[in-house]
């Protein structure tokens, strides 16, 4: 193993949300959502967990309505 700045704990996750309708097709600008994350699984739990919230908010009318669905995804980013 090669070790450099790289592999030396400073990895970082960032969660990025995007909130679309499948009505309209269409989906809103991504969202990064910070402070980043240590860990790829941390990432992928607030991901899931900030996706429930973003529903819950909607409301079941607005989401029955335009079929909302929540993307995410963890970005890595190194030197962060």
């Given at each position: 193993?090669?070790?450099?700045?790289?592999?030396?704990?400073?990895?970082k996750f960032l969660l990025v949300i995007t909130?679309?309708?499948?009505?309209?097709?269409?989906?809103?600008?991504?969202?990064?959502?910070?402070?980043?994350?240590?860990?790829?699984?941390?990432?992928?739990?607030?991901?899931?967990?900030?996706?429930?919230?973003?529903?819950?908010?909607?409301?079941?009318?607005?989401?029955?309505?335009?079929?909302?669905?929540?993307?995410?995804?963890?970005?890595?980013?190194h030197g962060a």
């Amino acid at each position: 193993i090669i070790y450099n700045n790289y592999n030396r704990g400073q990895v970082k996750f960032l969660l990025v949300i995007t909130v679309c309708s499948s009505i309209y097709q269409t989906c809103m600008s991504p969202s990064e959502m910070y402070p980043m994350y240590d860990n790829y699984n941390a990432c992928a739990t607030a991901g899931y967990l900030n996706s429930l919230t973003v529903i819950q908010e909607l409301g079941p009318k607005r989401v029955e309505a335009d079929r909302v669905a929540v993307h995410f995804e963890c970005r890595q980013v190194h030197g962060a």
